[in-house]
């Protein structure tokens, strides 16, 4: 069974940094990809980054790319999520998502999320 759990978030002034945690579980040899993506009231799902399973390798949006850095702990099995220089436009709910490869399409799991507020 899959389980994400993330932590991490909270309140932070504009500038400042957080780093969100995701605990993973139920990972296998059928995973894709293991990433993040955000959830703001009244705005459309983000998608800000992901580390491909197979060869480690990384994307980030426009909005995050050079301020965000996410990296994973194979050993722990944590996705790190490290968030500099946060403006209050990124405001959200930060979510760990697990992609699997499935029968017929990709499979996709998340979390919870956890709440980032920044503040100007």
């Known amino acids: 069974e899959v389980q994400l759990v993330e932590s991490g978030g909270g309140l932070v002034r504009a500038g400042g940094s957080l780093r969100l945690s995701c605990a993973a579980s139920g990972t296998n040899r059928a995973d894709r990809a293991i990433g993040w993506f955000r959830q703001a009231p009244g705005k459309e799902r983000e998608e800000l980054s992901c580390i491909g399973t197979s060869d480690g390798s990384t994307n980030y949006a426009d909005s995050v790319k050079g301020r965000f850095t996410i990296s994973r702990d194979n050993a722990k099995n944590i996705v790190y999520l490290q968030m500099n220089s946060l403006k209050p436009e990124d405001t959200a709910v930060y979510c760990c998502?697990?992609?699997?490869?499935?029968?017929?399409?990709?499979?996709?799991?998340w979390g919870q999320g956890t709440q980032v507020t920044v503040s100007s």
């Open positions: 998502y697990l992609e699997k490869n499935g029968p017929l399409v990709p499979l996709r799991y």
